[in-house]
């Protein structure tokens, strides 16, 4: 993949960092001279624009990436005006960081493909996993139904996965169990790592280090960590 990071703050340089780390072509870019020094080993490429002048940004090949990361959050002004600039230039796949509420308000009427609120997702994050008393990753599919990883609950081990009965007490559907497995890597070395495990063999009891993934509604997966 190919992209352009506009805004190169903590959230712009770890997407940066990140992404080359994984194998993309980014291109990054900032106003501020000490924040792309710090980015321009890792990229592909590095500017020092404001990108808030229409003439600067047509330095950035917006027309050849695959999407444009605006990640500019706590300035406002400049991030729709960013946004703005970059429809009409006709970019089609953008992404932009929102701040609140107001801010993201303000990007829908772009009608942008996705607005990125980082600290909200942090913050539900942390509040569930203390509100529920449970370690969770969630993956929101839509406002209702969300995909749940959690590690197994002390009132869970030693059964199966089949003896749960999650579905039908609390319409949450177990889509895969993790394990933990030694592994060897591709020099014969031998490492403890999670593996997904087929969830009909009775003959693997739930174990403390193992993992859940369910899918279902937010509201039943409250209902089941309370009775827990």
Do not use: W
């Not at 000490?34 to 229409?54: L, M, N, P, Y």
């Not at 990007?107 to 539900?124: G, H, N, S, T, V």
């Amino acid at each position: 993949m190919k992209c352009i990071i506009i805004g190169l703050g903590t959230y712009g340089r770890v997407l940066a960092d990140e992404m080359s780390a994984l194998g993309h072509e980014v291109i990054a870019a900032d106003s501020d001279a000490s924040r792309v020094e710090r980015v321009k080993d890792i990229c592909d490429a590095a500017f020092q624009i404001d990108a808030c002048d229409e003439l600067a940004l047509n330095v950035l090949p917006l027309k050849k990436v695959d999407v444009v990361i605006v990640a500019i959050g706590s300035n406002l002004g400049a991030s729709v005006r960013v946004v703005a600039l970059l429809k009409k230039q006709g970019v089609n796949h953008i992404y932009a960081r929102a701040n609140d509420y107001v801010h993201k308000s303000i990007l829908q009427a772009f009608d942008i493909e996705k607005i990125l609120i980082p600290e909200e997702r942090a913050a539900r994050s942390l509040v569930r996993q203390m509100d529920l008393g449970v370690k969770t990753d969630l993956f929101r599919v839509d406002d209702t139904y969300c995909v749940y990883k959690f590690y197994i609950p002390e009132k869970f081990i030693g059964l199966h996965a089949n003896d749960l009965h999650l579905y039908e007490e609390y319409h949450l559907k177990i889509i895969a169990v993790k394990k933990k497995k030694k592994v060897q890597n591709f020099i014969g070395i031998e490492y403890n790592a999670s593996v997904v495990v087929n969830t009909t063999e009775d003959s693997q009891p739930l174990e403390p280090d193992d993992v859940l993934v369910c899918y279902g509604k937010e509201s039943d997966f409250r209902k089941l960590c309370r009775l827990l």
